[in-house]
């Protein structure tokens, strides 16, 4: 055994040791140093002693210590590539330790993958950088890889190595920004982050992985090494189903849900995603739901930030368990035919130190320029979507969570934030584009590529926009100019719908366009009609606490709501509690008032929203020609002094269709006249004041005849009965 101390060079024992050496390869590991010989060399700063074992006929060499902070090296017979070995040693506490050399293994990732990266088109990126088990020249281990192209070093630290940054230094691949290490015999749920050294002042932290697919439980912020590929799914039916569906004609009823407050056990702790994969599946079941649609539970430091602050794009919360776990919530859901849909956050980050913030000590996800990258509204940062490499960690997100979690689609959050570079912002505070105009070009391209993406990638699969302004073509198709989501929610629709309820029954009449404006725009957009949680918080108050009046107008008025909401044109979602009437201000920290089922009142409007939810999955008039003239038609939108309103609702057989009515006024009208297409014995399907549901029983009967009078354009009439702020809906006997 001989030294070959001359061959590092001058300075790198310094560098390794101050954790500043950018290119530890160079340094350490496997060496050829000629006449048939290897240097090796090791950095153990809790090693007492090392040694080098050739595996192949098991001599043992004793390494040099080259300095006191646990530099050691050995000159040992052999050649490289081609040696095996691992090292032996003893910890100044006395124990034994034995481990593999991370710095004998070359690159994993190729050329090829860099340069989809560079190129923003690398749609499996988050197969390559982030933490990946996998087996590298027969040894299985952990692979880490993450971008920091401002970066003088990178290194893994964690308890495998007591969180010394000096210990693990990454290899630097070209000039692609990517840094990478093999390191074997670590395996899945080791804790790690990236401590990272800038070019730029020195800049020092620890990050965790923006690529990590689980975390610690908050407050603790370590990113988590788990196996995404040893859950079995069993929902290969729904997903072949899924994949032969047209979203814009099938039935969409959505129950968007908080995990962390729908439900909780006794002691006030949260349900887990398999207690979830049983309650709350169960009870969208039985409750006719089509899909959940799930606040973020994408990992998020801050509960209170109802997930919409992520930090962890690629990891499902820890808060309700592992990865696996909620694989099986979403396996559960597809076998019991509900969609599973996740708000996505693309618009903006949290400025917290142990995410994507100042990564590298540089903006790198953010722009530097503050009029750019800050949103003065929430003090988040803003993505910078005309950098490659952040516009591909974006889109392949959107793709990693319809592949690896089967989800059915995303809610893509704050829309109209993203596409104006002054959303929020006074002259002066925001930057023009280069036509010197308002619109966000790079991110209007990302929405589109990426809607692009998932419609071709992941068929039958939505993207649905949260957009509140009146930007053109949201949900129409790239090719056309559109934005190219599947669905925009209607927030008009909303805003006017629950300004009108909130009003006296007595001043509605001077109100009633708020009720028929939105059939002057229904399909100019592929519409959701979203009673959403944004509407019952911030001292919003509740659904049934905007509505005036007693305690039987407020509820009957709720159910005429529902009914309004399930038979106008377009998709459904209503959030958690409001279907059984909910009087308290939803609160992230407390599970919904459950206890107010045993009132009857509130288990009849429960009832209600059952079947109002099978009613609409089970008549395709309701839901076929959602985004088309050809499915609804006016009856009678004139009667403002009545405040009732009259409408047809059609599939596409045109003789398969629905009549509704419905009364916004607690005075009951008898022998009210509609025209009706056709003639004929035409059945009460639904009727929101019947005692089942909490009403007074006014109605028709079951049942009414057409009699042979021409009315409203059409050569039938029907004298009906329209119960007190009640809704009745007919189908005519075929």
């Known amino acids: 055994m001989t030294s070959a101390t001359s061959a590092i060079p001058t300075g790198a024992l310094d560098a390794l040791v101050n954790a500043t050496h950018g290119a530890p390869f160079d340094v350490l590991g496997p060496h050829p140093v000629g006449d048939g010989q290897v240097s090796i060399r090791a950095f153990r700063s809790f090693a007492r002693r090392l040694y080098v074992v050739d595996e192949t006929n098991g001599k043992r060499y004793e390494m040099t210590r080259l300095n006191q902070e646990g530099v050691f090296q050995a000159t040992i017979p052999g050649a490289w590539p081609g040696l095996d070995y691992h090292f032996e040693g003893e910890t100044y506490e006395g124990g034994d330790d034995r481990y593999l050399d991370p710095y004998r293994f070359g690159p994993v990732i190729t050329d090829y993958d860099l340069y989809l990266f560079g190129q923003g088109t690398h749609l499996e990126v988050y197969e390559k950088l982030g933490a990946h088990i996998m087996t590298v020249d027969g040894v299985r281990g952990v692979h880490f890889a993450v971008w920091a192209p401002n970066a003088q070093r990178v290194s893994v630290i964690g308890n495998f190595n007591r969180w010394d940054d000096r210990l693990h230094p990454m290899r630097s691949l070209q000039n692609s920004g990517v840094w990478e290490l093999f390191i074997p015999g670590l395996a899945e749920y080791e804790v790690y982050k990236y401590s990272i050294r800038s070019r730029v002042n020195n800049y020092l932290v620890d990050k965790t992985d923006p690529y990590g697919f689980a ?254 302004t009146a930007w053109p073509m949201v949900s129409r198709p790239t090719y056309l100019g559109g934005l190219g989501f599947t669905f925009k929610w209607d927030m008009g629709w909303m805003h006017d719908t629950l300004e009108y309820i909130k009003k006296d029954p007595v001043h509605r009449r001077y109100h009633h366009n708020m009720i028929t404006f939105s059939m002057m725009y229904a399909f100019s957009e592929n519409f959701v009609l979203s009673l959403s949680h944004d509407e019952v918080v911030h001292l919003k108050g509740s659904l049934i606490n905007k509505i005036p009046g007693d305690w039987w107008q407020k509820f009957a008025t709720l159910r005429l709501l529902f009914g309004y909401q399930y038979t106008h044109s377009g998709k459904k979602l209503n959030f958690m509690g409001q279907e059984f009437g909910q009087w308290n201000e939803w609160s992230e920290a407390r599970a919904l008032d459950w206890f107010l089922l045993d009132m009857p009142m509130h288990a009849k409007l429960h009832a209600w929203v059952r079947d109002l939810n099978h009613l609409y999955i089970s008549e395709p008039s309701l839901f076929e020609q959602d985004h088309d003239w050809k499915g609804f038609q006016w009856i009678d939108a004139n009667d403002a002094d009545q405040s009732i309103f009259s409408y047809i609702r059609f599939a596409t057989d045109p003789a398969d269709f629905l009549i509704v009515a419905f009364n916004f006024t607690p005075v009951a009208r008898h022998n009210y006249r509609i025209g009706v297409p056709a003639p004929g014995r035409y059945t009460e399907l639904l009727n929101s004041d019947s005692d089942h549901y909490g009403g007074g029983n006014v109605g028709n009967e079951g049942e009414r005849m057409t009699v042979d009078e021409p009315s409203h354009s059409f050569p039938q009439s029907l004298y009906i009965t329209i119960p007190p702020l009640g809704i009745v809906i007919f189908k005519p006997n075929r």
């Not at 801050?302 to 962890?312: E, I, L, N, V």
């Not at 722009?367 to 929430?378: G, K, L």
């Open 215 to 468: 975390f610690e439980m908050r407050p603790r912020t370590a990113a988590v090494v788990a196996d995404l590929e040893k859950y079995q799914w069993g929902d290969s039916a729904w997903m072949e189903r899924r994949a032969a569906t047209e979203p814009l004609s099938a039935p969409m009823a959505i129950y968007e849900v908080h995990l962390g407050s729908w439900r909780r056990k006794n002691a006030g702790e949260w349900l887990t995603y398999r207690d979830l994969a049983r309650e709350l599946v169960g009870y969208v079941k039985e409750m006719g739901f089509t899909h959940i649609e799930l606040l973020p539970v994408t990992e998020h430091p801050f509960d209170g930030s109802w997930g919409y602050q992520t930090t962890g794009y690629y990891a499902p919360t820890s808060r309700f368990g592992t990865p696996e776990e909620f694989m099986h919530l979403v396996d559960q859901c597809h076998q019991h035919g509900i969609g599973v849909i996740l708000d996505w956050v693309p618009a903006h980050f949290p400025k917290d130190g142990h995410a994507l913030s100042y990564f590298d000590g540089t903006h790198l996800y953010e722009h530097a320029d503050p009029r750019q990258a800050e949103h003065p509204d929430w003090g988040t940062y803003i993505f910078n979507y005309g950098r490659h490499e952040v516009r591909n960690f974006l889109m392949a997100n959107a793709m990693f969570w319809m592949r690896k979690y089967h989800l059915d689609g995303l809610r893509v959050d704050a829309v109209s934030s993203l596409i104006y570079l002054d959303f929020s912002r006074e002259g002066g505070e925001w930057i023009p584009n280069q036509y010197g105009g308002r619109e966000n070009l790079d991110a209007i391209h990302f929405l589109r590529e990426c809607n692009e993406i998932v419609h071709r990638e992941a068929p039958g699969a939505v993207m649905i926009a949260e957009e509140s």
